[in-house]
């Protein structure tokens, strides 16, 4: 009997066996017959499906006889459903051609490189953040970008003053000087200007956000080592926009904020108009304001006009004032004593204005003329020691691009200049300078062939007092098909010698020596990328991507700030070099109105210097960012975040915790408003819950890295207006 049913089974097994086939496709473009590699095939009903090879070829095992439906999806194409009966005649390998879908993938212009191509044809990578993330964010972090940026794969926004908050932008283990950030392709947030500017720069007026990582020296100079962070401006649109953002937070913060936007026949306005503030706060208890007293106010008209049918200009005035306190509870609520006093002041005064006139002579060519004046005063007061400093800069530039379809130009030169002031009565030797940089720079991008692009630049720059730097750069795009695609580049760079780093920030420039060309010399750097990025379509809904990026960057004989024996500082170029290296981690994925986004950071910076080596400290090795999003159109908006922080050396030779921040959100939209609430660090993770973040008393502390958060969990909620 036993046997019995073993043979009932084999032949029971041997007749669903016998019921199923093979299929085989050749999967190919309608229009050219090129086979389609990564193209997607799955038995409706099923989960049963394959992926064509490089020739185009599908092959789907174990198809069950009969009628059956397959459907066929690809990138940019549109889906294609075909009805076979199974088996077919044995040998036949089925013919499917596709269309090319009716509505092609968004295609997003960027401005960083100069270029008219979009942003999936250029050679040179480029994150890119557009308008509906910068509105997310907005909800978390009305204020400043600080948010924005830290949360995006291989940047890290370093707190270095746990008093007034200042942050600095690292890219790639690098520290924040190496980061250029424009506004609009022109440096307005430089020198004295680079310590506040990341709490001074709402995103509400922003348009999109354009991130290059590694050397960018070509078209933009100095001091682009690690990369650059280029904000565009929202410019006058078809219709008028009117809009405004009240928000309120736990922590005793208040935001209004409001932005219009209008085009008349031949001219076109924006002024965004903003009020920020917050009471100072006190997360952990222990007398210190984790999140300082500020009243800041902003304004920044722009003006567009036509002067022609071929010439237009662009004209605006930024200008932001702020008063900022932190430091000892009692002493910021006027209570202060003898023991409960230490506060320490920030009054800045910053205005910069933006021109810019462009001639069009044809389809193909155009001149450009562009000039920034920056205005930035600081005043910051601790107890025993005043920083009262101002600097001037400007920016001019000329520069002349011809594109055609296979071959693009962009020449042009520059100037810098750059004055710093401070008041005569000073304990340290006079820190005033004047730096006068002027340059040239050329750029070429040709499409080689149909898979292949490349873009080369060349650059000389000529600094006053510290001499001349060539800076070649090199980026190469192969677009293997339509979902695999990969860059590879690099470039060499420098960074002129300056007193403004995260280590003189940290000390509020006390006792900080001035640089000179007699004592210090030019950082000069190289760096290389190379990345690769898959994207396709799983059965319609399903959207996936993934960029494998890695990076290596040598900074030679960096500036480094070394304590000497009569209790001064002086900035000395390292006789040594810094190596960055390692790997980022994109993945997106995408089902219906569902949004996952995954991102991992390996950074291995080290410093080599007298025959020893070291991490770069507060660099962690390990960061992941995590994202899930549920987008309903035009209602809701859903989010949660988890980011984490590994273990990272600290100056003093000790090494901070890794840590865990989660945050949640939800926006309620409707036509003409919408409301949102964000929970920002639930968990409440806090670095003084690691320990105490100074050491000596309360009224001569000696402040430890900060590296984690301070605020800790904090609510924020807010309206926005549309009309």
Known sequence: MKKFGWLVWFAVWCGVAGAQSRFVAAVRDAGSGEPLSGAAGVVKGTANGSISDGEGVLVIERVPDGRQTVVFSYMGYEALERELVFPLAEGDTAVVEMEPAEEEMEEVIVSTTRSTRT??????????????????KANMKPGDIRMLLSESTGIQTLQTSPLSANASVRIQGLDGRYTQILKDGLPLYSGAASG???????????????????SSSTLYGGGAIAGLVNLISKTPGATPELSFLLNGTSAGGWDVSSFYSQKFRRTGLTLFAARNSNAAYDAAGNQWSDIPKFERYTVNPRLFVDLGERTTLTAGVNATFENRLGGDMAGLRGKGDGENSYVEGNETRRISTQFTLTHVFSERSKLNLRNSYQYFHRLTTVPGYVFDGTQNATFSEISYSHGAESMEWVAGANVWTDRFAEPAARAVPVRDYRQLTAGVFVQNLARVTERFS??????????????????????????????WTSRVGGGLGYKTPTLFTEESERIQYRRVLPVSSDDNRLERSYGLHADVNYRTIIREQVSFSLNQLFFYTRLRSPLQLVPLTDGTF??????????????????????????????????????????????????????????????????????????YT????????????????LGAMVERIWEHFSLYANFENFTDTRQTRFGSIYSGSMTSPVFKDIYAPLDGFVVNIGLKLKL
């Not at 650059?459 to 060539?470: E, H, I, N, T």
């Not at 980026?475 to 339509?482: D, G, Y």
């Not at 590994?646 to 921040?661: I, K, N, R, Y």
């Open 119 to 136: 942003i999936q044809h250029l050679p040179t990578r480029i994150e890119f953040i557009g308008a509906e993330e910068l509105e997310e």
């Open 196 to 214: 506040l500017g990341l709490l001074q720069i709402p995103p509400l007026d922003l348009k999109q956000v354009e991130i290059v990582k590694g």
């Open 454 to 483: 490349l873009e080369t630049g060349l650059r000389g720059d000529g600094v006053v007092d510290y001499g001349f730097a060539l800076l070649p750069r090199l980026s190469a795009l192969f677009q293997l098909n339509r979902q």
């Open 570 to 643: 002086q900035f000395r170029n390292m006789d040594g070099h810094l190596d960055a290296k390692g790997a980022e981690t994109n993945l997106k994925i995408g089902y219906a109105d569902f949004h996952l986004f995954l991102g991992y950071t390996f950074t291995d910076a080290r410093v080599q210097t007298d025959g020893a080596g070291y991490q770069n400290p507060l660099t962690p090795k390990h960061r992941l960012n995590t994202v899930l999003m549920y987008e309903m159109e035009e209602k809701w908006k859903a989010g949660l975040e988890a980011y």
């Open 646 to 661: 590994g273990t990272q050396p600290l100056g003093d030779g000790t090494a901070g915790e890794a840590f865990w921040v």
